[in-house]
């Protein structure tokens, strides 16, 4: 019987996507205390989403609760169990129709999370017209 290989695969196909950004910004650590200032803020901010290093697909959830949060990994929920270190960006949307079909758009204080996350870790952080960004990986390799 051949030895189980697949941890081994999927950290050598974890390298291999990682290989092709320029800058890593996060680690196990610092992605938990972002995510709990997440988990814990004030602010009204309910909403994200977040883009994998393998994908090209944005998932659209719920901003990270308290009981998401584990030691390298999202629990089993909203979230799906994977590691942070496949989290390429989270990006908090300042306006959001949170229900289709209808024409209410909320508002978002993603300012007051982001000074929220500042006081929390150093990450790489940017504010634009439309979201708040956290990063993990930037400086995308042709």
């Not at 709990?36 to 697909?57: H, L, M, P």
């Not at 390429?88 to 996350?117: C, H, M, N, S, T």
Request: charged share 30%; net charge negative; hydrophobic share 35%.
């Amino acid at each position: 019987m051949a030895p189980d290989t697949s941890h081994f695969d999927e950290e050598q196909r974890f390298r291999k996507q990682a290989a092709r950004f320029q800058h890593s910004w996060m680690s196990n650590a610092k992605w938990r205390k972002v995510l709990s200032a997440i988990a814990d803020t004030q602010s009204n901010v309910t909403r994200c989403e977040f883009k994998c290093i393998d994908s090209d697909y944005i998932t659209e959830v719920r901003s990270p609760q308290s009981r998401d949060i584990e030691h390298v990994r999202f629990a089993d929920g909203a979230f799906q169990p994977f590691e942070y270190k496949w989290i390429e960006w989270l990006r908090f949307p300042r306006r959001l129709k949170p229900y289709p079909g209808v024409g209410y758009i909320a508002e978002q204080d993603v300012e007051a999370l982001r000074v929220e996350i500042e006081a929390s870790a150093d990450a790489m952080l940017t504010l634009d017209e439309e979201y708040l960004w956290l990063f993990g990986y930037t400086g995308r390799a042709g």
